[in-house]
């Protein structure tokens, strides 16, 4: 009997070449530019791209050329395949808006018995998981496979993911003082109308949030505050606050560690967002301490929950 695992996320830049590819195949998605009539909302998207292309290819540029979501991904496939992998048993991935795309990922695995799907998003919203999922199943369907596909839920409650966060933030923190350090969650937003409409994204946050208070308390660190905050917003309606943009000057410790509560996989949201612009925000703020915590990444720990929870 032969299971494959899939892991499935958004998708990141591997070449400067993809940064239209992603931009239009993000924008083009129902779940995040929620236009019904196709032909309107490939119009809207196609603007939305040329606007966007090369503010996002200069960002990319300071990147190095490219987003560190591919890359990692990579390793920590390899690393699963290494560990747990087997004749009965593989681990691989598909990107929901550049390649590997599901398409191409289950192409491969015709001969599965058994097909997991595994997000990698913690928390639900129809941007996200569900986006991803519809193209995992479309894809499934179109290349007429007759595995049993399971899905993994959202997993922002589960305490091995938990005390994952736990350690990093722990590593991350070091020697330093905890107790004079204000702790920011950051999330990618979303316009506030999609939560209107119904999407869980901003009840699972706050609901993650108060999981880890009591986690990061019992381990020992007591930081002067815990705060949920948002990035990535975009255009003039309403999205979820408060910033981080709009959080940061208001501290007045001047010390900030942010965690990237919403992502498993550091990418041009953490390393460019969180590491560099608002990073600049903190300067201009005269911040003595400034630290962005690494997401769990391709770390042993990661690949065991992953492991541990198919």
Known sequence: ?????????????????????FLTNMFNDPYILGIKNR??????????????LKPATQNYIKLGGKSALGDITRSLINKLNTKFGSDSLVFDYAMNYTPPFAIDTLSKYKDADEIVLFPLYPHHSATTITSSLEGANKAIKQLGIGA?????????SNIEFNNIISYHISKCLGDDDASKIDLIFSAHSLPQKIIDNGDLYERHLKGHLEILKDILSKDGMKFKSLTLAYQSRLGPVKW????????????????????????????????????????????????????VVKAPNDSDEFANFIANNI
């Open 1 to 21: 009997m032969k299971k494959v695992v899939i892991l499935l996320n958004m998708g990141g830049v591997d070449e400067l070449s993809q940064v239209k590819v």
């Open 39 to 52: 032909y309107l909302r490939a119009f809207v998207a196609w603007i939305i791209t040329m606007m966007r």
């Open 148 to 156: 049993k596909v399971r899905v993994v839920e959202h997993f922002y």
């Open 240 to 291: 979820l606050e408060p910033n981080l943009s709009e959080v940061l000057p208001n501290l007045t410790s001047k010390r900030a560690m942010i965690y990237p509560i919403s992502f498993c996989i550091d990418n041009s949201e953490t390393d460019f967002e969180l590491a560099i612009e608002y990073k600049h925000i903190a300067d201009e703020n005269k911040f003595e301490y400034y630290k």
